[in-house]
């Protein structure tokens, strides 16, 4: 089966891909963002099933053994100061906090920004485009953790106890690099707070607001639950924010730098 795991990698690209081929069509209107729905709704269509698809077949295509096995001092006196005696409380948290109140209230408050300011309409739209940098920065994710194969530290310890029990053989193990949770949390955050500001909302600090802490909660606590090394949490951090920012950013503005004959152009409305 392992064969079949460069195709979950390209799988993973394509979102990527097709965003930034296919939105250099993208319209633009005055006080509003760049978009294409034609575009932007199947690829964050496409991003999530290409996530949920990948994650759905970990077990059978995943990486069966650990090729980054290692720690390093930085990582271990993190995992020491910061992994709580109760793992699963953490593991219940992080689910709640980055899969549930966190991208719900990040939404939400968008709606809040966009309704204060008279285009309660625009947020369905904005959800689109959030969605979108989200899903794409998850399946980028989802392609490193497939190809790095680094061993997650509650499965590094055991090891350094052959005594204690074991955990279940399982290839979910070896995708600790780096955190799907940090990534995915961070990228709904920044994008959040990228599409409010660039939409011109005034409450759009109350977006960034609301998404950070829920963002930096599920970091932190994917290193609690020992899932996650600390800098597994700090790339997904990285990654996702810049994602989350470049995405809407580069692809829907209303100013655009285009390919021309004579090099590149600038082109949008002033």
């Known amino acids: 089966m392992s064969s079949v795991r460069p195709f979950a990698v390209i ?23 760049a978009y294409t729905l034609e575009v932007d709704v199947p690829v964050t269509l496409g991003s999530g099933a290409a996530w949920f698809g990948t994650i759905a077949l970990r077990e059978t295509i995943g990486p069966a053994t650990c090729r980054w096995c290692a720690t390093n001092p930085l990582d271990l006196g993190a995992r020491n100061a910061l992994v709580w005696r109760d793992t699963s409380t953490a593991e219940v948290l ?3 906090l980055g899969f549930g109140l966190g991208p719900a209230l990040t939404l939400g408050a968008d709606v809040l920004a966009a309704r204060h300011d008279g285009a309660w309409q625009d947020s369905l739209v904005d959800a689109v485009l959030v969605l979108e940098a989200a899903g794409v920065a998850s399946d980028v994710n989802l392609a490193f953790r497939y190809t790095t194969a680094r061993q997650r530290p509650f499965a590094w310890a055991a090891q350094q106890n052959p005594r204690s029990p ?48 829920f963002a930096f909660a599920t970091g932190y606590l994917r290193i ?4 996650h090394w600390m800098s597994d949490v700090l790339v997904g951090a990285v990654v996702g924010a810049g994602m989350g920012a ?16 004579g090099g590149v152009s600038v082109v949008g409305s002033f």
């Open 224 to 227: 609690a639950s020992d899932d």
């Open 94 to 96: 992080v689910d709640v």
């Open 246 to 261: 470049a995405i809407p950013s580069l692809a829907h503005s209303r100013v655009r730098i285009m390919p021309s004959a």
């Open 11 to 33: 799988a993973c690209a394509l979102p990527c891909i097709a965003l930034l081929v296919l939105e250099g069509d993208a319209r633009a209107e005055p006080g509003a963002l």
């Open 166 to 213: 074991q955990p279940s053989p399982s290839r979910d193990e070896n995708m600790s690099f780096y955190s799907g949770h940090a990534t995915l949390m961070f990228s709904l955050a920044t994008a959040a707070g990228t599409v409010a500001t660039m939409r011109g909302y005034r409450w759009a600090p109350l977006v960034w607001a609301v998404g950070l802490p």
